[in-house]
């Protein structure tokens, strides 16, 4: 392979959706609903060279609506306050690597995009939001279909979390 680069550009839809409830509750509830990812247990089958199966029914049974949290920042408003912020925000990346191999099988720059990332917080001026960019977006930049297809899959994951936590779910993610 020659040294060079490629560049793609693609458009991102980040969907903020407005929440009537406080942001302690709205946290509470998601990372209720998408648990931590628990590395010890994953870890055990990597070492075991556990089958793919294995794999996946572990991730059915940590991951009851088909995400684990990998990270968060915790919440920003300690360090943010500093400046004289009074909001108040707590970023994630969410995922699920059972289905982010459908992807990385086809091309494993898309793991750019998996896990996901998602942010609950304070919206200027009163209320609370959920963010988080259109996972089809990001993956139908790579132009191959079967990660596209993939992104599509995302989305109606995303979409049926978020009537799992009885928020509004974006048309877009719904097609």
């Known amino acids: 392979m020659r040294q060079g680069y490629t560049e793609r550009t693609y458009q991102a839809r980040r969907l903020e959706i407005s929440v009537d409830r406080p942001f302690e509750e709205l946290r509470r509830q998601y990372e209720q609903a998408v648990p931590p990812y628990d590395k010890a247990a994953f870890d055990a089958l990597v070492a075991r060279h556990a089958p793919w199966d294995d794999v996946l029914t572990l991730m059915r049974e940590r991951a009851p609506h088909d995400f684990l949290i990998y990270w968060s920042s915790g919440e920003l408003r300690p360090m943010m306050s500093l400046a004289g912020d009074a909001g108040n925000a707590v970023e994630y990346l969410m995922g699920n690597h059972t289905i982010a191999e459908k992807m990385y099988r086809h091309d494993p720059t898309a793991v750019l995009y998996a896990p996901l990332r998602t942010m609950i917080g304070d ?16 993956f139908g930049s790579f132009g191959v279909d079967a990660i596209h297809e993939v992104g599509l899959e995302l989305d109606r994951e995303v979409a049926a979390l978020l009537a799992h936590l009885e928020l509004p779910v974006p048309a877009p993610l719904s097609n």
């Not at 919206?123 to 990001?138: L, N, T």
């Open 123 to 138: 919206v200027p001026g009163g209320g609370v939001r959920f963010v988080i960019e259109q996972p089809s977006h990001a």
